[in-house]
């Protein structure tokens, strides 16, 4: 895949404002401006596009074939830093920007504005992400049943992802069975599955530096009556958004959709995270979608929606997909079915 550093950063320099160059140490930005994925890099990036590299020498044979000018040295940060330059306030530590002294002019989420719009080579990646977490859920479904741990689950669902070509799990993965469904961000744990749970799954694979996210939640033998219910509430709450998602649309608007529906329903309090988060090279970036949220959505910006309802002691549901922002509808790229999937 080749992707387009240059272009990104003529782009970043189109948008300086105030600064005659802007100083990216955010290690996630760096790897967006230059390509090169490290622990110890910087790079300054100036008003006409131009561009100098600094890291250290654990890293200098991975620079060979960049297409900017590198410079060896394991304080990058003092390297590049000049008077006049725009800092990464978000990144930059207090000693740090102490040490460096004055001069430098703090500045906020600039390259994360630049990266929250993709272009279609990263979306091509997203979407091989995507499918490999399709692939692994369809691969190791049959590994969802009673008597087998959370751990377990976890632990096949993520070697799984592996062989079909992740780079790694984007994420530790949330396996949460019977009351502990009604835990958004469980980690998984020694509870066997027992017929009658509902089980959320909450995964996704990391593919070259691009992280999927999805969630489906399954039962365990035929539902109860409540499971059913919530299960079909959180499916309209979860359409409903994706329906909202369009470039123009304000994404407190897009959480509403879907979060009126369940709020109509009479769960609304069973509902308090937001619905959904950008993905890319983290796997939690801007947009946010949630009701204190502000901003309109572009084209070409991947998303997920991922409302729940979680019922203290008893169980929850989540559904979660991960999406791109389209002119004329959004861009489903986790396929795997919403149908509630009875194991
Ligand atoms: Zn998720
Ligand atoms: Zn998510």
């Not at 994360?112 to 080579?121: G, T």
Request: net charge negative; aromatic share 4%; glycine share 12%.
């Amino acid at each position: 895949m080749i992707l387009d550093y240059a272009g990104r950063r003529f782009r970043l320099a189109a948008t300086l404002e105030g600064v005659d160059a802007l100083l990216v140490t955010n290690p996630v930005n760096v790897r967006y401006l230059t390509g090169l994925d490290s622990s110890n890099a910087a790079v300054l990036v100036r008003a006409d596009g131009s561009a100098t590299l600094a890291t250290d020498s654990r890293y200098i044979e991975m620079t060979k074939g960049l297409d900017l000018e590198v410079v060896e040295d394991p304080d990058v940060t003092g390297r590049l830093a000049a008077a006049g330059a725009g800092i990464e306030a978000g990144h930059m530590t207090v000693a740090t920007f102490n040490r460096l002294g004055e001069g430098l002019v703090p500045t906020e989420q600039v390259v994360e504005r630049l990266r929250m719009v993709k272009d279609e080579e990263e979306i091509e990646l997203l979407r091989r992400a995507c499918a490999i977490s399709d692939q692994a859920f369809a691969d190791i479904s049959g590994n969802i049943r009673p008597g087998v741990t959370e751990r377990e689950v976890a632990r096949v669902l993520e070697a799984r992802m592996v062989e079909l070509g992740a780079d790694k799990p984007a994420f530790d993965s949330i396996v949460a069975s019977g009351e502990n469904g009604a835990i958004p961000h469980h980690s998984p744990g020694t509870r066997e599955l027992r017929a009658g749970d509902l089980v959320t799954l909450d995964f996704g694979a990391l593919y070259q530096g691009y992280h999927a996210d999805m969630t489906r939640t399954v039962a365990l033998g035929p539902p109860a009556g409540w499971q059913r219910e919530i299960y079909d509430l959180v499916a309209a709450a979860q359409l409903a958004g994706r329906q909202a998602l369009a470039p123009g649309a304000s994404v407190r608007d897009v959480d509403t959709a879907a979060r009126s529906v369940v709020a109509d329903a009479g769960y609304g309090e069973h509902f308090r995270h937001g619905l959904g988060h950008g993905v890319g090279l983290e796997i939690h970036e801007e947009p946010f979608l949630g009701p204190s949220r502000t901003g309109r959505l572009k084209d070409r910006v991947p998303i997920t929606v991922e409302p729940g309802v979680y019922l203290p002691g008893r169980g929850g549901v989540r559904i979660e997909d991960t999406l791109v922002t389209r002119e004329g509808g959004p861009e489903l790229l986790t396929m795997t079915t919403k149908e509630l999937l009875v194991l």
